[in-house]
């Protein structure tokens, strides 16, 4: 069974920083690429981050690039997402998913002072 | 970036009835490249319907997809009270952007 569980959400001050974490298990988490979406409190989806199944392509929206990065570990079978300078709008829940199919449970971040 | 509008944004429905919602993009999309989902409260989005028209495992054949270019839609035959969800469209033919959603509840 795919199962994606993902930690390290909480309160954060505008412009703090926070990494959260995607354990992986059930598949060969190698052989995907891992992508970070968000749901904001009105409800609304927003694809954060791509990265490639060996880590060396990622994505981004322009709305995170240049302070959100993710990254991954194969060996660990564990995604993550940097995340910095960050704002009131990164208010969110974090789902970590193997788009399209499969999203872990999410965690939630909450920037505000 | 691609646009999709979703309408209506909030729906009832009876159950029996059939329902017919729909995602709109801003510039056309690849039917390969437009998928569905569905969430319900507390649970994180389950892909419903991908491809434009091909049913996920598990979802029941009273759903239907359909559409192309910048036009889609999602049918349910004959809605039952499980189908009360939230339905969102998903698009990756260029980045990749998700519709508003749409709010199902039973009349």
């Known amino acids: 069974e795919v199962m994606l569980v993902e930690s390290g959400g909480g309160l954060v001050k505008p412009g703090g920083s926070l990494k959260l974490s995607c354990a992986a298990s059930?598949?060969?988490?190698?052989?995907?690429?891992m992508s970070w979406v968000r749901q904001t409190p009105e409800k609304r989806l927003e694809w954060v981050a791509t990265i490639s199944s060996g880590g060396s392509y990622t994505y981004y929206p322009d709305s995170v690039k240049g302070r959100f990065t993710i990254s991954r570990d194969n060996a660990k079978n564990t995604l993550y997402l940097q995340m910095s300078s960050l704002r009131s709008e990164d208010t969110a829940m974090y789902y970590c998913?193997?788009?399209?199919?499969?999203w872990g449970q999410g965690t939630t971040l909450t920037v505000s002072s | 970036q691609i646009v999709l509008t979703q309408s209506p944004a909030i729906m009832s429905a009876s159950l029996g009835e059939r329902v017919t919602m729909t995602c709109t993009a801003s510039?056309?999309?690849?039917?390969?490249?437009l998928h569905w989902y569905q969430q319900k409260p507390g649970s994180s989005p389950k892909l419903w319907i991908y491809?434009?028209?091909n049913l996920a495992s598990g979802v029941p054949a009273r759903f239907s997809g359909s559409g192309s270019g910048t036009s889609y839609s999602l049918t349910i035959s004959s809605m039952e009270a499980e189908d009360a969800a939230t339905y969102y469209c998903?698009?990756?033919?260029?980045?990749?952007?998700f519709g508003g959603g749409t709010k199902l509840e039973i009349k």
């Open positions: 998903h698009q990756y033919h260029r980045s990749r952007t």
């Open positions: 491809s434009t028209s």
């Open positions: 510039s056309s999309v690849s039917s390969s490249y």
């Open positions: 998913a193997r788009l399209e199919s499969y």
């Open positions: 059930g598949f060969t988490f190698s052989s995907y690429a």
